[in-house]
């Protein structure tokens, strides 16, 4: 979850995840201030975690 999650590296993923973020684009957001406060921060960690859970659930 470093960088973009794509379907090449997780088949399906783009019709499971609806919303996907992760490490790199939350680092972005962090640099041009697009958080408003840390939990607007916090809301995307957990949907970062929420997607994995999502995508991997029948695993």
């Known amino acids: 979850f470093l960088n973009p999650v794509t379907d090449e590296i997780a088949p399906g993923y783009s019709k499971v995840i609806k919303h996907p973020i992760c490490i790199a684009a939350m680092e972005d957001k962090v640099e041009s201030h697009k958080y408003n ?15 994995c859970i999502d995508y991997n659930r029948g695993n």
Not at 37 to 51: A, I, Q, R, T
């Open 37 to 51: 406060s840390p939990s607007d921060w916090e809301g995307d960690v957990n949907l970062m975690y929420k997607n």
